[in-house]
Every structure is written in C-alpha cells, then in structure tokens.
C-alpha cells in the first residue's frame, strides 16, 4: 500500500520524511511529461551493476522490450530474466516507439544521452536517467515512495584512518557507541516511510 495514501505527494513529502521539505520543491519541478504517465512497455539502455539493482522491480511493472549497450562482449546474450542485449545500431529502428531507462552514471549517462540526442531523441520525453525515473515516476503516477539506495551507519569507531572516509570518522570530534536496537528502530522507522528501497549499504567501522 502506498504511503503517501490520500494525502498529496508533496504534502506528504513535506509532513513525513525527515528532509521532505527539500525534496518537496525538488519534486515540484517534475522532469518528465505526461506522456510517461500510463507507459507499459520500455527499453533499458544499459547492463552494469545499476540495471541489475533495478530490472527486477522493473519487470513487475513493466514489459522490458529489449536491453541495449555499447559493451560488444554482451550483445546477443541475454539478462537474467531471459531479456535479449543488443547493440545501440540493432535498436535504432525502434527506440523511438518505447521510452528508453538509462543505467548509467554521470559521465557514461552523458555519452548515451548524445547517442539517442543525434538521432532525434529528447531527453525527458523519450529517454530519461534512471534515477530521475524511480523517484520522479513512482512518486507522481504511483503515488509510491521508491528510493534507489540508502546507506546506514552502525559504527563510528575504526582502526583506519582514511582521508577520504566516505561517513568521516577520523573527523569526529565526538564518538558513541550505537546499540543493535537503536539500528532496528532506525530501520524499522525508515521502511515505515516508504514503499520500496532498491538498495542499502552498510557504512562504519568494524562492526563484525
């Protein structure tokens, strides 16, 4: 069931989540067009660690025509749930009957996005980065909360000292223990709040 239920989107955003205020006036810019609203069939633009988080959830809601990517080395094999992977010249002639999810990340993002640009594709209209897809799509025509990933911190002390820390633990000032339940309350509260998590990393210390 969705969490956002009778109440509007944005005024759940803004009442619920612990940043609802920000991603409240992000979600009032909403990117893609009302043509996106009622799609049923579409096409993944890339096979790397991001689709495999991704396809599963896609299949429940969509029929996945085909998976394209410029890597030679997987074209004509097929996903794990039996979709073909054909090259970018294979899908040309119709890629512009289905909206195209792209898979990719900044750099790689922008380099497909000039494939599909030069042949007349609009982004935002025709193809869009998948995770403006899973929180912009599902939030405004499911009225579902689906975030791509989280992370949760379960420990700030560590024999490390990384300069570049991704949660910064030679940098704190202060450290506390965290109790296993405050963890489980944390997550508990988390999932109580949305309707979907594609993925969640573990970030601290040495907590094993």
């Known amino acids: 069931m969705s969490k956002i239920n009778e109440v509007g989107t944005i005024e759940y955003l803004s009442e619920f989540l612990p940043i609802g ?9 909403y990117k893609l067009n009302e043509e996106w609203k009622d799609i049923e069939k579409i096409i993944i633009f890339g096979y790397g660690r991001q689709a495999r988080k ?6 429940e809601n969509f029929e996945i025509i ?13 996903s794990e749930l039996n979709i073909p992977i054909i090259s970018f010249e294979k899908a040309v002639p119709f890629l512009k009957k289905y909206k ?20 007349g594709l609009k982004e935002y209209t025709n193809f869009v980065q998948h995770e403006t897809f899973i929180t912009e799509w599902y939030c405004r025509f499911k009225k579902q909360i689906c975030l791509l990933k989280t992370d ?3 420990t700030p002390f560590c024999t490390l000292k990384c300069k570049k820390c991704s949660v ?9 223990s965290i ?8 997550i508990d509260l988390f999932f109580s709040k949305i309707d979907f998590l594609f993925s969640m990393d573990i970030y601290g210390g040495e907590p094993f």
């Open 21 to 29: 205020k920000d991603i409240a006036i992000i979600m009032k810019r």
């Open 54 to 59: 991704i396809i599963k959830k896609f299949a």
């Open 66 to 78: 085909a998976i394209v990517d410029n890597d030679s080395s997987k074209w004509n094999t097929v």
């Open 100 to 119: 195209i999810i792209v898979t990719a990340m900044a750099g790689n993002y922008n380099n497909i996005k000039k494939q599909l640009s030069e042949i």
């Open 152 to 154: 949760i911190f379960v």
């Open 168 to 176: 910064f633990i030679p940098y704190m000032k202060e450290k506390k």
């Open 179 to 186: 109790c296993l339940e405050d963890i489980k309350d944390t």
